[in-house]
């Protein structure tokens, strides 16, 4: 069974840093690309980054450019997602997803595969 955990979340003041972990089980994901979205209160999911499948090319929605790095280490099979310079609109469940099947440069992702999620709030 593949299942995406994601961990990290949690409550911090604005302007601080978070950093998320998503590790894969069940099957290896080293080959694909593999981003994070976020879902804020009363709004659609939408579109955080995403990194090809060895690191090398990301890409960010423009609201957390320059705040937010996508990273992984495909040996232990885990991405992260480092948050600086928090907002609290930045306030959102984040999830975890591998596989991407839609075009790279898509900012409405679809993939095969997704996490339970982890809960982010900024207070400012």
């Known amino acids: 069974q593949v299942q995406l955990v994601e961990s990290g979340g949690g409550l911090v003041q604005a302007g601080g840093s978070l950093r998320l972990s998503c590790v894969t089980h069940g099957r290896s994901f080293r080959n694909h690309a593999m981003g994070w979205s976020r879902q804020a209160p009363g709004k659609e999911r939408e579109f955080v980054g995403v990194?090809?499948?060895?690191?090398?090319?990301?890409d960010y929605a423009d609201s957390v450019k320059d705040r937010f790095t996508i990273s992984r280490d495909n040996a232990k099979d885990t991405v992260y997602l480092q948050m600086d310079n928090l907002k609290p609109e930045d306030t959102a469940v984040y999830y975890c997803?591998?596989?991407?099947?839609?075009?790279?440069?898509?900012?409405?992702?679809?993939?095969?595969?997704w996490g339970q999620g982890t809960r982010v709030t900024v207070s400012s």
């Open positions: 997803a591998a596989d991407l099947t839609s075009a790279w440069g898509s900012h409405r992702p679809t993939y095969n595969y």
């Open positions: 990194i090809s499948w060895n690191g090398g090319v990301t």
